[in-house]
């Protein structure tokens, strides 16, 4: 099983510039560790949930200094990319990258489809046509001619080619959506179960399920789930640390956006949806986070504790799930960078061999 580490790139309290160079280390760190991959969403517009627009280019930055872990895109928003553009810039970072890209895409946060000024009603359209249209794209043929309903190509070969042939391997996000979940099935593609801010274990496991229903029978499922993390020494310090990172990231996903009031029109974002809002609203403070999880355990997917408690309690999620690939989300919300390299480091030394 594989086992990589995650970051929504979140920075309260922090500068965009320190969070850069704190990512930059932690991938390094990663690499040295064993980690075997690490994963970035991709974000626009100037709001504390992420300041992340360009995964790719952090990737290749990194790839110079980490010569070995894998990189995925968790997640790059479908809807907003031309096929032909993002089929062009993963193949390149492929090629920097040595063949080290894992391209995640999904529909996207709602705030970010708004502000490209694309018509929230068809993210998913736009979401399962832009998906065909990279795998045509990637057989590195001739395109004379290929139409859509939202893009249409003319005269095109991808260049420069990937690494990875056909193509670097390819997930889908299914968060909450049985049709995102059964898309990602059919299209023979894997899927990213970001399990770690809250979304229910009976919810993750359904879409599991339903992914894996849906895979054609000469596909092999790669579920990639994710968990929220923290491991430390004692079990005080880490459910202080990892109630302090959850509850920070969830009051970002539940502010969604820049506060200031947008007059023209009603911007979409996790708060104006009931479920959505009410998981990060008992989330949102240290306090709340501490209690939900330890009242909530194991349907809120957070792992806190010491070495022994963590390899046990990811175990139960693993035996539940059989995912192929783990990803931790320990580096979230206002964590230090110190806590969270230490956790990183622990969590390698102890948690990745009994796991593996």
Known sequence: ????????????????????????????VADELGYDFFSITESFGKDLFSCSP???????????????????????????????????????????????????????????????????????????????????????????????????????????PPVQQPHPPIYTAAATTPDSASFAGKVGQGLVQPGYLGIPFDLVRGLTETYRKN??????????????????????????????????????????????????????????????????????TPEKARKAVEAEWPNIMAVWGTTEECVEKIKFYVDAMHPEQLMLNIASGSLAQEKVLASMRLCAEKVLPALR
């Open 1 to 28: 099983m594989k086992i990589g580490l995650f970051t929504e790139f979140s920075y309260p309290g922090k500068s965009e510039h320190q969070l850069y160079a704190e990512v930059l280390e932690q991938i390094a």
């Open 215 to 284: 895979l054609p029978a000469v596909k092999s499922s790669d579920v990639v789930l994710g968990i929220h993390c923290h491991v430390a020494r004692t079990r005080e310090e880490a459910i202080t640390n990892g109630a302090l990172a959850l509850s920070s990231q969830a009051d970002v996903f539940l502010r969604g956006r820049l506060s200031r009031p947008v007059e023209t029109e009603k911007i979409q974002t996790y708060a104006s949806k009931s479920a959505s809002r009410e998981a990060f609203e008992k989330l949102c």
């Open 54 to 160: 360009f995964p790719l280019g952090v990737y290749v930055a990194a790839a110079q200094r980490a010569r070995r872990i894998r990189f995925l895109t968790g997640i790059v928003s479908m809807p907003i990319h031309h096929p032909a553009m993002l089929a062009s810039q993963v193949a390149a970072a492929d090629l920097l990258t040595e063949g080290r890209i894992m391209l995640g895409l999904g529909r996207g946060h709602p705030w970010v489809i708004n502000r490209m000024n694309v018509d929230a009603g068809t993210s998913t359209a736009r979401f399962e046509e832009g998906i065909r249209m990279l795998v045509e794209i990637f057989k590195g043929g001739y395109i004379e001619k290929l139409d859509g309903k939202f893009w249409q190509i003319r005269d095109f070969k991808l260049s420069p």
